[in-house]
């Protein structure tokens, strides 16, 4: 999509302030990818023009921010006004759709979980809103969620240096590994569910 590259190429240019502002959009319902964001913060550290954490900092709270954002949007608005307005900022039925599904059979695993996901990340905080999850929660997974994914994109970006934007596959991997964990823990979910009805 020509507009979300020019958008983090510009973000880009910004150094650790952009990281921030990526992130946020990214979490905001904006699907600009962590995967380039991320590494690019570990690269700034590799130039000396940041800390790790600063860089993890600005990542992460940058997430957070935009994640809490999109959420207060989706539980005040509702699905309407996503539907309504959401072609402005990229989002369709589709991925509202799946969101949603997503987390109407997981709850909390689903913003846990979501948080670690791409395609899901961005949308997780909509269906969470829209279904009034208490917000103290909601932060929380949210939170462990985003932790993970920014510290290891962002080392990642760091070691590679030079060759930051050389991560390649690197997500679709750790995101399938994600998903071997999410599996894992709706069968021990499923196991102790079955135990207590017995």
């Known amino acids: 999509m020509a507009i979300v590259h020019s958008i983090t190429n510009g973000l880009l240019a910004l150094g650790v302030m952009g990281v921030f502002i990526g992130m946020f959009l990214e979490s905001a319902y904006i699907p600009v990818p962590s995967e380039i964001i991320l590494p690019y913060a570990g690269y700034l550290v590799f130039l000396h023009r940041a800390t790790l954490l600063e860089a993890m900092l600005a990542g992460l709270l940058g997430g957070i921010f935009g994640a809490v954002f999109a959420y207060w949007i989706a539980r005040y608005g509702g ?21 949603d599904a997503w987390f109407r059979r997981h709850g909390d695993g689903a913003v846990f979980f979501g948080r670690l996901l791409p395609g ?18 909601f932060f929380l997974f ?57």
């Open 120 to 137: 899901i990340r961005t949308y997780i905080s909509l269906p969470a809103g829209v279904a009034a999850m208490p917000f103290g929660r």
């Open 142 to 198: 949210s939170l462990l969620g985003a932790l993970p994914w920014t510290v290891l994109f962002t080392y990642i970006g760091f070691v590679l240096g030079h060759n930051w934007q050389h991560i390649g596959k690197l997500g679709e991997y750790f995101a399938g590994f994600v998903l071997i964990l999410f599996v894992a823990w709706l069968a021990m979910l499923w196991k102790s569910r079955a135990k207590a009805n017995r």
């Open 79 to 99: 699905r309407p006004l996503i539907e309504r307005y959401g072609r402005y900022v990229f989002i369709h039925h589709k991925q509202i759709d799946r969101a």
